[in-house]
């Protein structure tokens, strides 16, 4: 049985761009995938582990091939139960607001308690590193407000798509959907170009 994994980085709720996107795509996709399992973890309901000096300690600590022991060892335990929870999951929905021209901090702190070594990463002093998360594919949603490719550096810059896209790569994850809904709040037709995307995350759910 397919297994998708709805990971939201929006604490917006109801007035969620990026999550009203995401549940557009999970409603057509649910149609074409009647037996699918699907998941979704909300990083701001409390769950996520913080990665701390116990969690950064016991990851030197592997990666220096030591086992992580007393408080490292829970935080290790924590960062475990998170990754098994992200790689019991064949298909990746992700939601990602543009914050401060990035990902919002939880999607970060996300990042950094499941890329671990012998996780989503495998890494030779030689030839570098190797994501683990291979065979997976993803579709991302990136919302915002102000930063567009049509606009002039003083809107912003993109660290959002480059950064997450960069990430998934790095894990392995390649076969990557892309929806975007970045209106300017004060010269475009949001509500033209919210049609637009939701049609456009409608057919993504279904085909993906
Ligand atoms: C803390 C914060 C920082 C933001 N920073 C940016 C930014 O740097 N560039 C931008 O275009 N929009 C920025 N925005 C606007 C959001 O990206 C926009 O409202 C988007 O719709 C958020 O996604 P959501 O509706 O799914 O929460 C920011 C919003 C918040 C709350």
Redesign the pocket.
Known sequence: MTRLLHVSS???GA???????AGVFLDSYRQTHPDAEIDTFDLWDGSLPAFGPAAAGAKMAVFAGATPAGPQASAWQEAQGTFRRFAAADEYLF?V??????V?YILKQFIDVVSQPGMVFGFDAERGYTGLLTGRKAAV?Y??????ADRGPA??RDF?QPYFDDWLRWAGVTDITTIR??PNLVTADAAAEREIVHTRARDAGKAF
């Open positions: 929006s604490p917006r007035a969620s761009e990026s999550l009203a996107i939601s607001p543009m914050w401060n021209a990035s919002p949603v919302t915002g407000a102000v930063w567009g809107f912003g959002q809904f970045q």
